[in-house]
């Protein structure tokens, strides 16, 4: 059974029923991270709940996604249903407690949780272009914007930033193409195009401020449990790249600022990324080496990283093999791909002489699952078929009313809910072309005391000297025209080839009348 240095997730057994032995987690191992795999309906969620109270319990903070509804359960307290009951008494669950465990919902689109936002210089180059799916060229010219813009103390924190000094570097791709390499118009259109797809799928709402401060997702309650951040991700679902990227961003941003703990007695924070394998379906090699050390280095960080998916294929190998902590739910084998999962599932797992896991793994029935955790000095232990224990927690949804409630409690209520539009990239171009146009506005009017235009006003010829001699020829003047002047200013701000057709016709009328 559990104690204050462990959580325990079911009991094991042998196939006469005659000995059981308890299977825990070591939280001084929970930061070697996990793996929770199986197919639809096999019991990956409640797997996922018990260890998110457990780690709870324990003082762990911790952040999952929510893919259907069914975790947001876990923020109120269980009832005892037979079934329920009936497993606590095959796994030896005594006292079999109920609890509510502390929550904080969170939704990118604001809809189901507080808003999570981050800005686009957080996000960085290499995951935006993942995000957009951009060639590698269309990525060189991403990384030449975020040059310039530290370079020319432009901050990007929305969308409409990034728009707007991407039309600036395809106003000036001539000298920005001499300093750092070809900028091409139409890469520089494909992205403009490539975020307005982003802004119509509702990633508008993700970029800006004011941006997630994780020591909001790493909170403790006054009585010692670690707060729950549940993502809504139901919708988000429908743009699995966005999910994805948001993810990877997440626990880049953990990296970067958490201090080195090295092997503390418990986690500083545990994260589960449900539906893993969006992280990595064709994803470049570059991006998966990202991943690969992320996932190595981010355990001195004292951060416990569990993949949830489907198939353990869905895994690359380097990032599998650095998953400690597994629990295996039925997997089918139908099809060669299946079971080429199922060989790979059991090849991962330290072999127990009593049965054999490749055949084990196509019979275990819903809530049961093969389990191997780290033992003393961090040697995986002997996989056992385990009876998953029941959550203390409710099992299934929350009510729409009763998430409102909670979302109007939480300790962070007021914080994110007003988006915040400070100056920014967008607003600073905009001021220095107004004030580039108001500059050349300005040397216009001073550059001469008298215009005229031929045909209007005072255009006689100048009147002959006495003596019958012609006046000498003016000079001729570098003062231009108000015709002139005005027909240059609608040619410099006309940006189209159709544009300039009309320009040309005018230019043409022109010459033709003075004929």
């Not at 969170?106 to 951009?134: K, Y």
């Not at 520089?188 to 195009?193: E, T």
């Not at 029941?390 to 949804?397: E, F, K």
């Not at 215009?451 to 231009?480: E, L, M, Y």
């Amino acid at each position: 059974m559990a104690d204050d240095t462990s959580i325990f997730i079911g009991a094991s057994r042998k196939p006469d029923d005659s000995h059981q032995r308890a299977e825990n987690l070591l939280l001084q191992y929970g930061n070697r991270h996990g793996l929770v795999t199986g197919a639809t309906g096999t019991g990956k969620t409640v797997s996922l709940q018990i260890l998110a109270e457990g780690f709870s319990n324990a003082g762990v903070p911790v952040f999952c996604a929510d893919i259907k509804g069914d975790l947001s359960g876990i923020a109120m307290m269980g009832t005892a249903q037979d079934f329920l009951v009936k497993r606590a008494e095959q796994v030896k669950l005594d006292p079999y407690d109920f609890q509510e465990f502390p929550v904080i919902f969170w939704d990118l689109f604001g809809e189901q949780g507080h808003p999570i936002r981050a800005t686009v210089s957080e996000m960085g180059p290499l995951l935006l272009s993942r995000l957009m799916n951009l060639s590698e060229a269309q990525e060189g010219i991403m990384n030449i914007a975020f040059r310039i813009a530290d370079e020319e103390g432009l901050l990007l924190l929305d969308l409409k930033d990034l728009q707007a000094l991407l039309a600036n570097i395809a106003e000036r791709a001539e000298e920005i193409g001499a300093r750092y390499g070809n900028v091409t118009k139409p890469s520089v259109g494909a992205i403009q195009r490539t975020l307005l797809v982003l802004e119509q799928q509702g990633a508008t709402n993700f970029f800006g401020e004011p941006a997630l401060r994780i020591a909001d997702i790493m909170r403790t309650t006054r009585d010692g449990r670690g707060a729950i951040s549940v993502l809504a991700a139901d919708k988000l679902m429908m743009n699995p790249r966005l999910y994805a990227t948001f993810l990877l961003w997440l626990m880049s941003e953990l990296f970067e600022e958490l201090p080195e703990v090295g092997d503390p007695d418990k986690p500083k924070l545990v994260f589960f990324f449900d539906e893993a394998h969006l992280l990595f379906d064709d994803a470049p090699k570059v991006l998966i080496d990202r991943v690969e050390q992320v996932v190595r280095l981010i355990r001195s960080k004292g951060v416990g990283v569990y993949f949830v998916t489907q198939n353990p294929l869905d895994i690359p190998e380097t990032v599998l093999a650095q998953l400690g902590n597994r629990v295996q739910h039925a997997l089918r084998a139908y099809t060669p791909r299946e079971q080429k999962a199922v060989r790979t599932a059991a090849e991962t797992f330290r072999p127990n002489p009593a049965f054999d896991c490749a055949t084990v793994i196509t019979q275990l029935g819903t809530g049961e699952a093969l389990v191997s955790t780290l033992e003393a000095k961090g040697v995986p232990s002997m996989v056992q078929r385990t009876l998953v224990r029941p959550p203390s927690s409710r099992l299934g949804p929350i009510t729409p009313d009763e998430r409102r409630t909670l979302i109007t409690e939480s300790p962070v209520a007021g914080q994110y809910d007003q988006t915040v539009d400070r100056e920014s990239a967008f607003e600073m171009l905009q001021k220095k072309a107004k004030d580039a146009l108001d500059a050349e506005a300005q040397q216009q009017e001073s550059g001469g005391s008298r215009w005229t235009i031929p045909g209007f006003g005072n255009d006689d010829p100048a009147p002959q000297p006495t003596g019958g001699r012609r006046a000498p020829a003016p000079r001729a003047s570098n003062r231009q025209t108000v015709a002139e002047a005005a027909i240059k200013s609608v040619v410099r701000s006309v940006g189209t080839s159709v544009g300039r057709a009309i320009v040309r016709g005018i230019l043409g009328s022109l010459a033709r009348g003075r004929r």
